[in-house]
């Protein structure tokens, strides 16, 4: 595990703009260098509708992400990954092997809610 960041003021952390969204659609990324899911995630009326690419597929079927609420980092500017566009960040821990397990939200939310 790496060791802590470095303190950081309050303001730094509020640039972050993470929120929740649910998931439109799951395609295949066969060009992906590792394996990954291309994802249409609903943030809402002030964010919109972004894509991501997440190498989540170990733990994660098409099926189980369909309709799952996750949080991403929606300010980051778009990263362009093989012939992928990927406009949000989304957001998990790594398991014991490294593999990603997403974050998620224990109770129902709405979409585009913001991270405080």
Do not use: C
């Amino acid at each position: 595990m790496p060791a802590p960041a470095g303190q950081i003021a309050f303001d730094d952390f509020m640039k972050v703009d993470v929120r929740v969204g649910e998931v439109l659609a799951v395609d295949p990324f066969p060009e992906a260098r590792k394996p990954a899911w291309k994802l249409t995630i609903d943030f809402g009326p002030d964010v919109g509708v972004k894509k991501s690419s997440a190498q989540i597929t170990t733990h994660y079927s098409r099926d189980q992400l369909l309709g799952r609420k996750v949080a991403a980092v929606v300010n980051f500017p778009p990263r362009q990954i093989g012939p992928f566009m990927s406009e949000v960040l989304t957001l998990g821990f790594p398991d014991a092997a490294g593999e990603v397990v997403l974050i998620g939200v224990d109770r129902d939310v709405p979409v585009g809610g913001r991270l405080f």
